[in-house]
């Protein structure tokens, strides 16, 4: 089903709930049982165009012309409905914001200026409508005699609206805006305004789009469309899958079959090399071969044996951006924060500020999806001559003959063995089941049409997974397959709920890792998730988005230690596909076709503009008949952002807004008349304040303000009672937000984060159970007892930070385990802590900072069953660290960070750590020795230390060179760390910002690159 019809059936089924006017409601009903019943033929439909467009596609002849002019007309078809539904759709939504206006209005005025929205204006709904009768009628007719689709027994029994109706209709609703008003019209006016001609026009509105519909269907007839020919998506949407056991399979089978050429990368990248400039190596194939997987894999297990290291997702031309990536990643993995004015460097402060950090630095850059030579020109002019680089570049065209080009490898595609693993794996994530032979046999016909492309075996894999194991079901996918391109038939398998959420994915810029739970509180806010009776709208698009995942339309990114998945990304592939698909079903419009030319789009509906769209003049985009947006997506880079917000109030049918890296330091007051806004992202910008318009979002879901300098929210934030979401600052800062709003009428928070804390907030918490992130700062002593009785009545909590005022000490009167806390964050001391987070069965990340515990966390914490991360920055005043065996049984990752009064860790016991993968120990001067058995741990991947004695460091080498794990050791100075001593006098702890960088790059690099299965020796690959 085309997504514009799907969007449009939730649209009315959403509209026709809340609709108290029972005529209205009975008209808008009519319409969505009309295109309920062109959903089969559209099935079929879609799919004859897809084997018409398909890229696959061979030996057409003569013979077959008259096939192509049928599929052509089927795609005609197709776009008419698309069209119809998106016009259907604009008038229903601006119908609602025209209810919101009219009844959010306070007085008799404020109605009657709410009621004009109705009939007066340039692109009113009136307006709208008057349009889409005018336009049907003329297409009615003209379709009707040219094609002769009706016979005269139809067109007798269709009653049209003429010409005159329409214009007698224009001419009284319009009457109260005209100066000379006639006196025949004086005594009707005021019902015209009240809405006795608003119901009128919505009727005639209602018969047209029905009747225009019953002709496309009959259309359908003609063209001999058939209901349901060929594989629908199954009955449930998805997969009864574990999570994260499926994420863990899907990340075993990424690199299945590439262990030669990832050995051979690695091998390469450990070579001494005598030269002093950039060794570069090329991993070159075609397109959906694993060219960036494999680098992935690659990187992840490498990039600790570099001094620094940065991944570059390169665009279709060098852009200053492109430096502004590798400078980030080069500075994250210094655990250094990047320079708050970094997006308005220009290119020579960009390469001044990487040559100095990489002067005699072995370094690793990895350069995704480089497409010409220019581009890897313009980053190694930013490198210095004495920096031990390696250079890997990934391309879809053959980079061999680069004169500076060291090594280069070819990835094959897979051997049939390999493919038909990968399928097997992929169809079955749970476990590898018995295969009937006539279901193998179909699969190896099914691979023998993939031809050894990974890319196409796993996503249908992905497809196959929600399949029984039947040969009928097999066989018609196979059949489709031999006919058109994987993709498609992929796409065509979704849900339309799935296809728009896929849809909008792709409007993410190329190659961009996109946080998941962010794109899916844009879903949300969209109207794209499907409903469930026992979940919340987030636990559903979670599970929307897991199903994306399992069917490979969209990829993981990052992956977290316990295996959820943070980010994601849209192959090329997928991209190109998903803005085709855009374009032809009106949901989104691109700017630039691929040639890189500006495009004209007729009314974008999902507009996103990034650092590519830059190149269009803003001449070029004011053009843009813009008035009916849903979604604007401002990305980073695009340069002509300041210039959109400006007329933002022209948008007023948006229910996304999200700005990226805002120069300006305010938001026009204007934005108060989004009545329609769900989402508002601010993310990164430079405002300093919010307008006091945002009360008038009523409808708002989401805010987010995070690395923003706005410190206070405006007053009167109680009439947005919608809110789920408020992002005011990140956990690590000690920056908090303002909030003088009685909190306990957002009865739908689920995340508070960034808050400062007040006797009202604490009493307010406790009115809001349904919580699952909270993050609070400046809390005092006087705060203790309540905000603990608060957070116990939160049993869904997940994560929760808390962070003391400066110069408090608060005590811990929390009993509640909190059953399903999974991260914790504490910055401050607070008294019996200990106690408490050793009942947090579930708890995976654990942060403490300035904590100043006497008690050694170590043995206290060391049988949390879930435990995956523990970090201890200035969090313990002891001297001693130990613990027994079989301690930490999960834990992949352990920072001992400015503990300065520490001297000891005992002998790692057998059975501890035992899937300990990185160790991390920073600026702790009276750390003697590493503990004895540290060199036994098989897991290790990765020691770093920063900062610490000479004599440390070198037993430090000696456990490297004699451990069995064959860790990799990295040593480096963290200025920001040494920086500060104890001059200052009475300063009884570090104040959080010194490490708020160092904490965030711990957290971020656990989620980094989806981590590979480590290969054990040269013969196992």
């Given at each position: 089903?085309?997504?514009?019809v799907?969007?449009l059936?939730?649209?009315l089924?959403?509209?026709i ?5 029972l005529l209205?409601a009975?008209h808008?009903e009519q ?9 089969p ?10 084997l ?5 596609r061979r030996?057409?002849?003569n013979?077959e012309?008259?096939k192509i ?23 229903i939504v601006?119908?609602d914001l ?5 009844n959010?209005s306070g007085s008799?005025?404020?109605?009657f200026?709410?009621s ?8 009113t709904?009136?307006?709208k409508?008057q349009q ?8 009615t007719?003209s379709i009707?005699?040219?094609?002769g689709f009706?016979s005269s ?6 009653r049209?609206i ?5 214009v ?5 609703l ?14 009707s ?9 608003s119901l009128e026009?919505?009727?005639q ?8 519909m019953q002709r496309?269907?009959w259309?359908?007839?003609?063209m001999?469309?058939?209901?349901i020919?060929?594989v629908?998506a199954?009955a ?7 999570s994260?056991r499926?994420t863990q399979?899907i990340l075993?089978t990424?690199?299945l ?5 990832v050995?051979?990368l690695e ?5 001494e ?13 075609v ?5 960036t997987?494999?680098a992935?894999?690659?990187y ?5 044996h570099?001094n620094c290291h940065?991944?570059?997702?390169v665009f279709?031309?060098?852009t ?6 590798v400078?980030r990643?080069?500075?994250k993995?210094?655990?250094?924060m990047a320079p ?6 220009n290119d020579?402060s960009?390469?001044?500020?990487i040559?100095?950090?990489l ?11 480089v497409?010409?030579?220019d581009?890897?020109?313009y980053?190694?002019?930013a490198l210095?001559?004495d920096?031990q ?17 060291k090594y ?5 595609r ?5 493919a ?7 169809v079955?994530l749970q476990q590898?089941t ?6 193998k046999?179909e ?12 890319l196409?075996i ?7 997974s929600?399949?029984?194991m039947?040969?009928?079901e097999w066989?018609?996918?196979r ?9 498609p ?8 709920v ?15 890792e996109?946080?998941c ?11 794209f998730v499907?409903?469930r009776a026992?979940?919340?709208a987030e ?6 988005m897991?199903?994306l995942i ?5 990829q993981?990114?990052q ?6 998945v ?10 190109e596909f998903?803005l085709?698909?855009s ?9 630039l076709?691929?040639?890189g030319n500006?495009l004209?789009p007729?009314?974008p509906?999902h507009?996103?503009l990034?650092?590519e769209?830059?190149s269009i003049?803003?001449t ?9 947006m ?5 990305f980073?880079?695009y ?5 959109f ?7 007023r049918?948006l229910?996304?807004?999200e700005i ?8 026009p007051d204007s934005?108060g008349d ?7 992202g601010?993310?990164g910008?430079k ?6 318009s945002?009360?008038?979002?009523q409808?708002?879901?989401?805010l987010?303000?995070?690395?923003t300098?706005?410190r206070?929210?405006p007053?009167g934030l109680?009439g947005?009672?919608m809110?789920?979401?408020l992002?005011?600052a990140?956990s690590f ?6 909030l003088?709003?009685?909190?306990e009428v957002?009865k739908?928070l ?10 009202g907030?604490?009493?307010?918490l ?6 699952q992130k909270?993050?609070v ?8 007892v ?6 116990d009545?939160?049993k869904f909590l ?11 000490h608060?005590?811990m009167?929390?009993?509640?385990p909190?059953?399903n806390l999974e991260?914790?964050?504490i910055?401050?001391p607070?008294?019996n802590?200990?106690?408490w987070i050793e009942?947090l069965h579930s ?8 904590c100043?515990l006497m008690k050694d966390p170590l043995s ?9 991360l523990l ?12 613990f027994?065996?079989r301690a930490f049984?999960k834990l992949k990752?352990l920072s001992i960070?400015?503990c300065k009064?520490l001297?000891?860790?005992?002998a790692?016991?057998?059975?501890a750590?035992?899937?300990?993968q990185t160790?991390?120990?920073?600026y702790?001067?009276?750390?003697t ?6 060199g036994?741990?098989t ?7 920063a900062d610490m004695?000479?004599h ?11 451990s069995t794990s064959?860790?990799s ?13 104890d ?15 160092l904490?965030?790059?711990i957290e971020?690099t656990?989620?980094?690159?989806p981590?590979q299965?480590k290969?054990?020796?040269k013969k196992?690959?």
């Amino acid at each position: 089903m085309a997504v514009p019809v799907g969007n449009l059936l939730r649209k009315l089924k959403e509209c026709i709930s809340h609709e108290s006017n029972l005529l209205i409601a009975v008209h808008l009903e009519q319409i969505k049982k009309v295109f309920e019943r062109v959903k089969p033929y559209l099935r079929d439909a879609e799919w004859k165009r897809d084997l018409h467009d398909t890229e696959w596609r061979r030996n057409v002849n003569n013979q077959e012309e008259l096939k192509i002019k049928k599929y052509e007309k089927i795609s005609r078809w197709v776009s008419q409905i698309a069209a119809l539904a998106v016009e259907v759709e604009e008038i229903i939504v601006t119908y609602d914001l025209y209810l919101f206006d009219k009844n959010t209005s306070g007085s008799l005025f404020s109605k009657f200026l709410s009621s004009r929205f109705l009939i007066v204006g340039k692109d009113t709904l009136s307006t709208k409508i008057q349009q889409f009768l005018s336009r049907s009628h003329q297409q009615t007719n003209s379709i009707i005699n040219g094609n002769g689709f009706h016979s005269s027994h139809q067109m007798r029994s269709h009653r049209h609206i003429s010409s005159e109706n329409n214009v007698s209709v224009v001419r009284n609703l319009t009457l109260p805006s005209n100066r000379a008003c006639p006196t025949d019209s004086t005594t009707s006016w005021h019902k015209h305004l009240f809405g006795m001609d608003s119901l009128e026009l919505l009727g005639q509105f209602s018969e047209k789009a029905t009747k225009e519909m019953q002709r496309l269907i009959w259309e359908a007839l003609n063209m001999n469309l058939v209901r349901i020919t060929h594989v629908q998506a199954a009955a449930t949407t998805v997969p009864a899958h574990d999570s994260r056991r499926a994420t863990q399979m899907i990340l075993e089978t990424s690199i299945l079959g590439r262990q030669e050429e990832v050995s051979k990368l690695e091998s390469w990248l450990m070579v001494e090399e005598e030269q002093s400039d950039p060794v570069i190596i090329s991993v070159t194939g075609v397109g959906g071969i694993g060219k960036t997987t494999i680098a992935a894999a690659v990187y992840e297990s490498m990039r600790h044996h570099f001094n620094c290291h940065a991944w570059a997702s390169v665009f279709q031309s060098p852009t200053t951006s492109l430096l502004q990536d590798v400078l980030r990643g080069i500075l994250k993995s210094m655990s250094m924060m990047a320079p708050r004015n970094i997006d308005a460097m220009n290119d020579a402060s960009l390469r001044e500020m990487i040559r100095s950090r990489l002067v005699g630095k072995k370094f690793l850059l990895v350069l995704d999806d480089v497409m010409k030579k220019d581009e890897w020109e313009y980053v190694k002019s930013a490198l210095p001559q004495d920096c031990q680089a390696k250079i890997l570049l990934t391309s879809g065209t053959n980079l061999q003959y680069l004169p500076d080009c060291k090594y280069a490898i070819h990835i094959p595609r897979l051997t049939p063995q390999n493919a038909f693993n990968l399928l097997q794996k992929r169809v079955c994530l749970q476990q590898t089941t018995f295969w009937p032979s006539v279901v193998k046999s179909e699969a190896e016909e099914i691979l023998g049409i993939c031809k050894g492309i990974p890319l196409a075996i796993a996503t249908i894999g992905g497809l196959l997974s929600t399949k029984q194991m039947e040969t009928k079901e097999w066989t018609i996918v196979r059949h489709m397959l031999s006919q058109a391109h994987f993709t498609p038939l992929c796409y065509s398998d979704l849900h339309a709920v799935l296809k728009s959420c896929f849809l909008y994915a792709a409007l993410f810029p190329l190659n961009s890792e996109i946080p998941c739970k962010r794109l899916q509180q844009l879903w949300i806010a969209e109207g794209f998730v499907q409903a469930r009776a026992t979940m919340t709208a987030e636990e559903a698009a979670r599970l929307q988005m897991e199903e994306l995942i399992w069917r490979n339309m969209i990829q993981m990114a990052q992956v977290g230690l316990d295996g959820e998945v943070e980010t994601c990304r849209v192959l090329r592939p997928m991209r190109e596909f998903a803005l085709k698909r855009s374009e032809q079903d009106k949901f989104s419009s691109s700017l630039l076709d691929r040639s890189g030319n500006a495009l004209q789009p007729e009314r974008p509906h999902h507009l996103s503009l990034s650092a590519e769209s830059s190149s269009i003049p803003i001449t070029e985009v004011d053009k843009l008949n813009l008035s009916g947006m849903y979604s604007l997506l401002l990305f980073k880079g695009y340069k002509h952002q300041p210039l959109f917000i400006t007329s933002v109030s022209s948008f007023r049918l948006l229910s996304v807004l999200e700005i990226q890296h805002l120069t300006r330091d305010d938001l026009p007051d204007s934005v108060g008349d989004l009545g329609l806004l769900r989402y508002l992202g601010l993310r990164g910008t430079k405002l300093k304040k919010l307008p006091t318009s945002l009360k008038k979002l009523q409808r708002l879901q989401t805010l987010d303000i995070r690395d923003t300098f706005i410190r206070d929210l405006p007053d009167g934030l109680e009439g947005m009672k919608m809110l789920r979401h408020l992002l005011l600052a990140g956990s690590f800062g000690d920056k908090v937000v303002n909030l003088v709003v009685a909190i306990e009428v957002f009865k739908d928070l689920q995340t508070l984060a960034g808050v400062g804390v007040t006797e009202g907030i604490t009493k307010g918490l406790h009115h809001l159970p349904q919580l699952q992130k909270l993050s609070v700062g400046e809390v005092k002593s006087c705060h203790s007892v309540t905000l603990f009785e608060s957070i116990d009545h939160m049993k869904f909590l997940r994560s929760l930070t808390i962070k003391c005022a400066p110069e408090e000490h608060i005590d811990m009167i929390s009993c509640n385990p909190l059953e399903n806390l999974e991260k914790l964050r504490i910055g401050g001391p607070i008294d019996n802590l200990l106690a408490w987070i050793e009942k947090l069965h579930s708890l995976k990340y654990l942060y403490l900072w300035d904590c100043l515990l006497m008690k050694d966390p170590l043995s206290a914490l060391q049988h949390l069953p879930s435990l995956v991360l523990l970090s201890l920055c200035n969090a313990y005043n002891g001297k001693e660290i130990q613990f027994g065996t079989r301690a930490f049984l999960k834990l992949k990752k352990l920072s001992i960070l400015r503990c300065k009064k520490l001297e000891r860790w005992t002998a790692m016991k057998d059975g501890a750590m035992g899937k300990l993968q990185t160790l991390t120990i920073a600026y702790c001067p009276n750390f003697t020795r590493l503990p004895r058995g540290l060199g036994e741990l098989t897991s290790l991947q990765a020691l770093q230390v920063a900062d610490m004695p000479a004599h440390f460091i070198k037993e430090a080498r000696d456990i490297q060179s004699t451990s069995t794990s064959k860790f990799s050791l990295l040593v480096r100075e963290t200025t920001q760390l040494s920086a500060y001593t104890d001059a200052k006098p009475g300063h009884k702890m570090l104040p959080i910002s010194m490490f708020a960088h160092l904490m965030r790059n711990i957290e971020e690099t656990d989620k980094h690159l989806p981590r590979q299965p480590k290969l054990k020796d040269k013969k196992e690959a």
